[in-house]
């Protein structure tokens, strides 16, 4: 039941932290991107593209997050049977990374996909957009909820 809690607790607050990097992020670099917009154009428009980013980031957040439920859960029994996977902060930034693929990948791909074919030039900003803010929501929750401080492995959960 530790497990359940420790994964749940993980996925509500990394959910809420990805659609908050996803918001702000997404929003600054859509709202960027446009040739010709004029500066004063740009900062009108950046708040109405950070809530246009948070209203699908909500979306896509909600649908992920019984799947991470399980992620999580899977990875707190493999942690506890195998504690060098959480020894070190490296391995825990390591780990962070290898959990953001999936995310990321979906992010990238149903981004850059069309009936015309894969758009490079939209795979290039959104990969980073999403492996940071993916990247970031599942290993920032880790570093500063007391909870998930410590390493999985221990006793102490």
Known sequence: ???????????AVGSGLAVLL???????????????ASLAETLRTIPFAILGSAYWA??????AFPCYVVVFAAWVAIARRHPAFE?????????????ACPPVA???F????SNLGFRWSEAAVVFPLSALSCGLAIWLPRRFV???RESLASPAF
């Open 87 to 99: 020894a070190t902060h490296r391995n825990r930034a390591f780990a962070a990374c290898v959990l």
């Open 58 to 63: 909500l979306f896509i957040g909600a649908v």
């Open 1 to 11: 039941m530790k497990t359940f809690r420790i994964a749940v607790l993980w996925a």
């Open 22 to 36: 996803w918001s702000v992020l997404g929003g600054i670099t859509w709202s960027v991107r446009y040739p010709g």
């Open 110 to 113: 149903g981004f850059a996909s």
């Open 146 to 148: 007391p909870q998930l």
């Open 106 to 108: 979906m992010l990238t």
